[in-house]
């Protein structure tokens, strides 16, 4: 029996081609959250960048990111992905409001918006997470690196970082007041 022939249980997955052909048409929707850690002022001292592989065997740096499902809520899909890559012991502290520092468009053309994925059109709802807890990564995330906010924004990372992400990070922190 094929994974194709499984019983989906959970409605809100989408197999593989259904998925393809919605992201043909349909622009996706995605939460995006940089970790960080900060001090008893609420001041960045860590920004938390993953190092993922991508499909075209890469490595390279990223935020927490994912689809958010039909039907689920913005602060569980936030939850969802936030525990999925940094682990059950991170602690995230959802923001208290839904609304992100920023809005992401993602494109397949790589020149369209400065954010680029492949696959699809996406929009990405931009979130800044203070993580409390115990980090490592998990999923397919292969490393966690917790990083002082100017190592974060060196050219050198951002190098590192895969379709944009180096810009949100730019933002995250412009956001917060703290861009050098």
Not at 19 to 36: F, G, K, Q, S, T
Not at 66 to 83: K, M
Request: charged content about 25%; hydrophobic content about 45%; proline content about 7%.
């Amino acid at each position: 029996m094929s994974s194709r022939d499984v019983l989906q249980t959970d409605h809100r997955w989408l197999d593989q081609e259904t998925l393809d052909e919605v992201r043909a048409h349909v622009p996706m929707v995605y939460v995006e959250a940089v970790p960080v850690r900060v001090d008893h002022l609420g001041r960045i001292v860590r920004v938390g960048l993953l190092l993922r592989a991508q499909a075209d065997g890469r490595i390279s740096r990223s935020v927490v990111a994912g689809r958010v499902l039909y039907g689920e809520a913005l602060r569980d899909a936030l939850w969802r992905h936030l525990t999925k890559d940094l682990g059950p012991e991170a602690s995230p502290q959802i923001p208290v409001g839904v609304a992100p520092f920023t809005v992401a468009e993602y494109f397949p053309d790589a020149e369209t918006s400065g954010f680029h994925d492949p696959r699809q059109h996406a929009v990405a709802l931009g979130y800044l997470v203070p993580c409390e807890g115990e980090c490592a990564p998990s999923q397919d995330a292969l490393d966690l690196a917790w990083l002082s906010p100017a190592e974060a924004l060196t050219d050198e990372v951002a190098a590192e970082m895969s379709g944009g992400h180096g810009r949100l990070v730019r933002r995250a922190l412009a956001f917060a007041g703290q861009l050098p």
